[in-house]
């Protein structure tokens, strides 16, 4: 049992990321493992976080999403929980893989909603009251744990100015804001995931409207320009098939087979027509600020999908060979027949009949919460 355990807590650490590009969503980790009406276990029980990165993946349809948590200092002494599971999160912080906010500053809570609000990212917490942004509270059913949509949007409205630059923390070996190279796995944690892209930093928290270290409280040092990146994701029939940046530096050409060196190829994804019907190059992403826009390069045009929410039917509008249109939050480009491609933080939800997005849980003894 033990070693099922520590094999779900691996499959967990592969998807918790400070990196909000990486992350679907952002939680108070301390709120996630005392809902025990989520499996009806112990008051505290840290695989409760697997639970809920279960239920993103099947909202978002995307295998490989991960979750951004944020922990009150206060947790890593918490004996609700087991020593293992404190030992556990403080390896996870000292990572770099959950941000693990100070005594005496804003509460993790109140850290989740700002990097909601920055990042755009969905707020995960059944107290989103008053959060203005999109928010899902996570309930038990049935079939599982599930993410009921709170509040909609809207997004940021500005791009935020601090995402704009690079920070660095005075405190030696800060896990948030160290020099690059700090923020690697250590020795006991599960082999890094190959595909996985370099880790981002995480946004800044802001006091005062200064930005600072949300660990150790100190001011940070700007650094330099950054990038501004989105995270865009190419649906087939709704699912996750391939997760990419764009970037302010540097425009992403999608296609059937894109010869860039940033080129997203959805050959693989395309059935005979498909590869006829799609052009090498067909579609190219651009990040203009906080706008995001799209370019046909194809022979055959493309179907620019727009959506105010995630449950309206979509509006159709034809963009062809040579046509810019901005994307907004919920608008998807239309590449092919059921080969969409939109942000990968907004989803419309799980999709029905879809292949299952698999499970951090997968290896866990049956009821191991409910035994533990
Ligand atoms: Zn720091």
Redesign the pocket.
Known sequence: MRFGISHVLDAIERRISTDPTAAGGVTDLGEVVRRADLDGGRPAHLLRLGLVIDALSKHMADPRVAIYAVADRALLSDTDLTANERMVIRRWSDDGKVEVVRNGGPTAALRAREIAALTGLPLISRNSTGFPGLSYAPAPTPNGVVLIPQMIGPGPAAPAAVLGRQWR???PG?????PPGQRNSDPFGPPPDEDAEPAGPPPPQLLNGRPH??????P?TDIGPRPRAVTLAARVDGMVWHRFQVTEAEPVPVGRAPEEHNGVGLGLALDDRGLRWVSRSHLRFELRGHTLQVIDTSTNGSTVLLRTGPADAPRRAPLNRGEVAPLTEWDTVELYEGVELGRADRASGPVTGAPSTGSVMAEAPTQSIRLA
């Open positions: 923390c005075p405190e800060c896990a948030s804001f160290g270290c949300p660990r150790h409280g100190a940070l």
